[in-house]
């Protein structure tokens, strides 16, 4: 049997494929945590940022700034290793769930917090982008009717405004799923590191006895072929919807 023979023969065990299936689901579910709570966690950093203008709530304007800038502005490398060490766990998500262990348990809450604190301050530009990019007569508009200032917001600035940015928010998520691969340096579980993982033990599967430079190829391969699936599929969507927005505007 050759090597590469024997690396490909590694994809061929149900059991290998089934690990690296997880860690697939657990790649797309930490970037979609990391997604909606980056819009929720931005949009309220993008009206701060925008509208805390006057004395009593500028301070909030300020520190809108500073965390988006702050965040935006530095590696996402880095803040996963300042989570793993500094973000504290609650002790409802401390305990072994998901046929993991209490320890791997934290070290994913710990490195989720980095991507979603990093993505959130990403997010928080483009929603701000939305917001700008509604007229202003939209808020006279609404003040004519009778709407309060968050009224205007919530039924009249704000749907107009996602429904603006849904595109790039979509580019936003492939480079979430893309960037949940450094993860893989704190050893959590998503699909990367899983390929890390299967890697340094693959002289056990490829019936060669050791690990070959064709078992890097075949399973970091693997790897980014299934990143490019998920990233060509939501890219395709994205190009779609900008062809054709009536159907979805």
């Known amino acids: 049997m050759s090597t590469l023979e024997g690396s490909l023969s590694i994809l061929k065990n149900p059991a290998i494929i089934m690990y690296l299936l997880k860690g697939i689901a657990f790649t797309i579910v930490l970037s979609v945590v990391a997604v909606i709570l980056g819009i929720l966690i931005g949009s309220l950093l993008a009206l701060a940022r925008n509208y805390c203008t006057s004395a009593k709530t500028r301070v909030f304007k300020w520190l809108a700034t500073s965390y988006i800038e702050i965040f935006r502005n530095t590696p996402l490398l880095l803040w996963i290793f300042i989570c793993l060490v500094f973000f504290p766990v609650p002790k409802a998500l401390s305990d072994a769930m998901f046929g993991l262990s209490s320890v791997e348990v934290k070290l994913l809450v710990k490195a989720s917090a980095a991507l979603i604190l990093f993505t959130s301050s990403v997010i928080a530009e483009i929603v701000r982008g939305g917001l ?60 990367m590191s899983r390929v890390k993982t299967l890697l340094s033990s693959a002289n056990n599967y490829n019936g060669t006895g050791t690990v070959n430079v064709s078992d890097v190829f075949v399973l970091f391969g693997f790897a980014a072929l299934i990143y490019f699936i998920i990233n060509f599929t939501l890219s395709s969507s994205v190009r779609y919807m900008q062809k054709h927005p009536r159907r979805f505007f």
């Open 132 to 191: 700008n990019s509604v007229a202003q007569g939209q808020f006279e508009a609404g003040y004519s009717q009778g709407f309060s200032t968050i009224q205007v917001m919530i039924y009249i600035v704000l749907p107009q405004a996602y429904r603006k940015i849904i595109p790039t928010l979509l580019s936003q998520v492939i480079t979430t799923i893309k960037d949940s691969s450094y993860l893989a340096n704190v050893a959590v579980i998503e699909l």
